[in-house]
T-cell receptor, first 114, second 113 residues
Framework: AQKITQTQPGMFVQEKEAVTLDCTYD???????LFWYKQPSSGEMIFLIY??????QNATEGRYSLNFQKARKSANLVISASQLGDSAMYFC???????????FGPGTRLSVLP | SQTIHQWPATLVQPVGSPLSLECTVE??????LYWYRQAAGRGLQLLFY??????ISSEVPQNLSASRPQDRQFILSSKKLLLSDSGFYLC????????????FGSGTRLTVV
């Protein structure tokens, strides 16, 4: 069965510093996608970044990068130059081919300190 | 461009009352549609998904039901709400046969009292 693990329930980072949010996954499907979503206090789910299982290079989107280590089944999110507006819940998620479905991790609450 | 609308934003309902949450998608056809629930401080739990009109798959047996009367309309319902139905409900859509992510609606915060 597919599973996402996020071992950091909460993280603190100083403004302007970089932070890494951990995500490990478990699947036997050779084709899958990995995603990170941000959920601010308003509740909306905001897509941040995507990594396909066959992608050779790590995905990057502005200040977000995904450190994809396929052999270790990890997909950590790196946020560079943290901003106060980055304070939110962050969810790692995985899609898999034979079901049009995602599985989400439990989330990590990031707090950016001024 | 595609947009997803979900309403109402907040709802307070008494135990035993009915529920109807609506979600519509614009700018695309034949989307996959999903209902998720998020309990306070928790992750997302998939409730229902639909790959076409009238096609509903239930992930969690409970007193909720879903319907898809039109291609871009997805409705979450209950005949009698329970206290445990309180939570944050999110609708989402994705392109069929592509695992390129969901786009979520803005959510409905339901409080059953």
């Amino acid at each position: 069965a597919q599973k996402i693990t996020q071992t950091q329930p909460g993280m603190f980072v100083q403004e302007k510093e970089a932070v890494t949010l951990d995500c490990t996954y478990d699947t036997s499907d050779p084709s899958y996608g990995l995603f990170w979503y941000k959920q601010p206090s308003s509740g909306e789910m905001i897509f941040l970044i995507y990594q396909g299982s066959y992608d050779q290079q790590n995905a990057t989107e502005g200040r977000y990068s995904l450190n994809f280590q396929k052999a270790r089944k990890s997909a950590n999110l790196v946020i560079s130059a943290s901003q106060l507006g980055d304070s939110a819940m962050y969810f790692c998620a995985m899609s898999y081919r034979w079901r049009q479905n995602f599985v989400f991790g439990p989330g990590t609450r990031l707090s950016v300190l001024p | 461009s595609q947009t997803i609308h979900q309403w109402p934003a907040t709802l307070v309902q008494p135990v035993g009352s009915p529920l109807s949450l609506e979600c519509t998608v614009e700018g695309t056809s034949n989307p996959n549609l999903y209902w998720y629930r998020q309990a306070a401080g928790r992750g997302l739990q998939l409730l229902f998904y639909s790959v076409g009109i009238g096609q509903i798959s239930s992930e969690v047996p409970q007193n909720l039901s879903a319907s898809r009367p039109q291609d871009r309309q997805f409705i979450l319902s209950s005949k009698k709400l329970l206290l445990s139905d309180s939570g944050f409900y999110l609708c989402a859509w994705s392109r069929p046969l592509q695992n390129y992510g969901y786009t979520f609606g803005s959510g409905t915060r339901l409080t059953v009292v």
